[in-house]
């Protein structure tokens, strides 16, 4: 099994809701931080949210509608989107590190990272 899993991406309308998940294997969830990420077309990867065993952090452009959430004994974290933007399109993935989650949302120290989910907010 890969270290870590995206599911739940789709197609959805603005306004509209979806929940993705990070399913983990291989090591303790309650000791990493889970990091997710996006990565619109032509644009640089950007962090959105990351949840440690303490904290959680979010991006500016996600806080109030965005939620992320961890269960251990699942090995699992989720993303809750709630209404979503057109510019929220994009392949989001997590990533997982024994390092903390820091609200800069940096990309560096992630040693896991899963290969992405598909999520597309259109009319």
């Known amino acids: 099994q890969l270290p870590v899993v995206e599911s739940g991406g789709g197609l959805v309308q603005p306004g509209g809701t979806l929940i993705l998940a990070c399913s983990t294997s291989g090591y303790l969830l309650d000791e990493h931080t889970i990091g997710w990420f996006r990565q619109a077309p032509g644009k640089e990867r950007e962090g959105v949210s990351c949840i440690s065993r303490v904290t959680t952090n979010y991006a500016d452009s996600v806080k109030g509608r965005f939620t992320i959430t961890r269960d251990n004994n699942r090995q699992a974290v989720y993303l809750h989107m709630t209404n979503l933007k057109p510019e929220d399109t994009g392949v989001y993935s997590c990533?997982?590190?024994?390092?903390?989650?820091?609200?800069?949302?940096?990309?560096?120290?992630?040693?896991?990272w899963g290969r992405g989910t598909q999520v597309t907010v259109s009319s």
């Open positions: 990533a997982s590190k024994r390092a903390g989650c820091w609200s800069k949302l940096s990309s560096q120290g992630y040693d896991y």
